[in-house]
């Protein structure tokens, strides 16, 4: 198996975690750091109240990410929606959104390991 090892700083793991799927993502630098700021909203999300339920681009989430990535209203509301084109953001069975969980990194103590696994047939 190849592996390759890269030591970031633990503020930037969800961009470079992001930066080594962008192969196949195809997300420009800016969507790169909008999406990044959305994962760790996700990740961080803790119900506030009995029965609250993740929404990462509620109203104050939406501020926390015009206010962290300089990000206008509008520009917003066009990464949001390809976002969800893209299948990185998903509707969750409350009515909120969330990060797709495939593309959330599975971090175990100080490590992100990712696996990428190319299936061909032979036909």
């Known amino acids: 198996m190849n592996k390759y090892r890269k030591h970031i700083k633990p503020k930037n793991k969800y961009r470079e975690f992001l930066k080594v799927l962008n192969g196949n993502?195809?997300?420009?630098?800016?969507?790169?750091?909008?999406?990044?700021?959305?994962?760790?909203?996700?990740?961080?999300?803790?119900?506030?109240?009995?029965?609250?339920?993740?929404?990462?681009?509620?109203?104050?989430?939406?501020?926390?990410?015009?206010?962290?990535?300089?990000?206008?209203?509008n520009n917003l509301t066009k990464y949001v929606r390809l976002f969800r084109s893209k299948g990185l953001l998903i509707s969750n069975s409350n009515g909120g959104v969330e990060v797709t969980p495939m593309f959330m990194p599975s971090i175990k103590g100080e490590t992100i390991k990712i696996v990428f696994m190319l299936d061909w047939s032979a036909k």
């Open 25 to 73: 993502l195809h997300l420009t630098e800016r969507e790169l750091d909008i999406f990044s700021v959305m994962m760790k909203i996700d990740e961080e999300w803790e119900p506030v109240e009995e029965g609250g339920f993740k929404h990462i681009i509620s109203t104050s989430n939406r501020k926390r990410i015009m206010k962290e990535t300089l990000v206008n209203k």
